[in-house]
């Protein structure tokens, strides 16, 4: 069972407010995001709670006061540890700190508690968050999901590496590989571990910079196609094609960032690569569309 150790400030310093019943599973599967995240705790355990952060995960915890000083650990991430699961491992783990026992965090942290506080805690905000989620959970942590943080080594993570290699996706090997590099330097810089073991490995693949750009003919071609297609598909790759942004900007693209009047168009600083709004002027034939 991993857990994540902490120390709770002196304005948390007393037990919260229990709700007035019992959490159920459809009441954590309902919980919703808010502005901030926040926290709903069990009447069923006392001392335990779900942690619900903006970005929607959920992870379980528990509190308890130890000499005098409340400690919190995280005990698993909902759905992956699910209400009857969580209530038996907070039971446990209450139980060995009523004891004194209360293992440092960099000697205690599992892979898979290590990657659920990171996603949360540095990632929630980054545009590249639900991939490196989607890169973890599919190759990561079926593989170092219950070592602790500081046991996986470089030879592990090259194994792992190669294996993405083998199954026919390089480029996937490479993402991997820098998601992988930011999880651990996080750790480092909370003081969870010393070294990265990711530090220093070659990506698995070299890219080559795209420089290809369809001819005269390739245009027509492809423009004669989106009309055969039809709606959604056929228009929304031809305002890629007439306006050169990314995919992920046309997909999200709304009526308030469009002026017909002066055939402009504003891509909010939230939404560009480098956080500046970005103003794309239409041509006739996009605003057709």
């Known amino acids: 069972m991993g857990f994540v150790t902490r120390f709770v400030t002196?304005?948390?310093?007393?037990?919260?407010?229990l709700t007035e019943k019992a959490l159920s599973a459809l009441t954590v599967?309902?919980?919703k995001p808010r502005a901030?995240?926040?926290?709903v705790y069990d009447v069923a355990i006392r001392g335990l709670g779900v942690r619900v952060s903006p970005a929607g995960?959920?992870?379980w915890f528990v509190m308890r006061r130890v000499n005098g000083r409340m400690i919190r650990r995280t005990i698993g991430r909902y759905p992956d540890v699910g209400l009857s699961n969580a209530r038996r491992q907070a039971a446990e783990t209450l139980e060995a700190m009523s004891n004194g026992v209360h293992t440092a965090a960099n000697q205690a942290l599992t892979f898979a508690a290590a990657v659920e506080e990171w996603l949360d805690r540095d990632q929630s905000k980054n545009r590249s968050r639900d991939q490196a989620e989607a890169a973890m959970r599919r190759d990561a942590l079926p593989a170092f999901r219950?070592?602790?943080?500081?046991?996986?080594?470089?030879?592990?993570?090259?194994?792992?590496?190669?294996g993405v290699v083998d199954r026919g996706a390089p480029i996937v090997a490479n993402r991997l590989l820098a998601y992988l590099n930011r999880l651990y330097r996080w750790?480092?810089?909370?003081?969870?571990?010393e070294a990265n073991p990711a530090s220093g490995i070659r990506p698995p693949h070299r890219e080559i910079s795209r420089d290809r750009v369809l001819n005269d003919g390739e245009l027509r071609a492809l423009l004669k196609a989106c009309g055969e297609i039809g709606h959604?598909?056929?228009?929304?790759?031809?305002l890629l094609l007439l306006t050169g942004?990314?995919?992920?900007?046309?997909a999200q693209m709304t009526w308030p960032e469009i002026d017909l009047d002066t055939g402009n168009w504003t891509i909010a600083g939230e939404r560009t690569k480098n956080g500046r709004p970005h103003l794309v002027h239409l041509s006739m034939l996009t605003t057709k569309l």
């Open 10 to 17: 002196h304005e948390q310093a007393t037990m919260p407010k």
């Open 29 to 31: 599967e309902k919980l």
């Open 36 to 39: 901030d995240r926040y926290d």
């Open 57 to 59: 995960t959920k992870s």
């Open 146 to 162: 219950n070592l602790r943080l500081d046991h996986v080594v470089r030879s592990d993570i090259i194994r792992l590496l190669d």
């Open 187 to 193: 750790a480092i810089e909370r003081g969870y571990i």
């Open 232 to 238: 959604p598909f056929g228009p929304f790759t031809k």
């Open 245 to 250: 942004q990314r995919r992920c900007e046309v």
